[in-house]
């Protein structure tokens, strides 16, 4: 049997490679604070289309956070309100509906 040694040194890079595949993949499937470049790649959504979410959608202190003058978000309610039926919109909506009534019902007493 002749064995070709002169791919040996491949081993190691192959082996580095895969160590770093592997980081990459756990950063992305279990790191919960998402920058907004982050979030960007993790949505498949530019930037700007992510500060338009945060902006129209995300509900501070659910959705992201800010902390030290950086936006974090939350990938757990981000992904959340990916598979949820009911729009973020919707829910502002009915919450503001609801205090309007409280208010109202206030007033009257």
Do not use: P
């Not at 993790?42 to 959608?57: G, Q, V």
């Not at 039926?85 to 007033?107: A, G, H, P, Y």
């Amino acid at each position: 049997m002749n064995v070709e040694f002169e791919n040996i040194n491949l081993i190691k890079q192959i082996s580095n490679d895969m160590q770093l595949l592997k980081k990459l993949l756990q950063d992305t499937t279990t790191k919960r604070w998402l920058s907004v470049k982050e979030l960007a790649i993790y949505l498949s959504y530019s930037k700007d289309r992510i500060y338009k979410i945060k902006d129209t959608t995300f509900i501070e202190g659910i959705h992201f956070f800010k902390k030290s003058g950086k936006i974090l978000f939350d990938r757990v309610a981000i992904d959340e309100w990916v598979i949820s039926k009911e729009t973020t919109n919707e829910i502002n909506q009915s919450r503001r509906q609801v205090v309007d009534n409280i208010l109202s019902s206030i007033k009257k007493i």
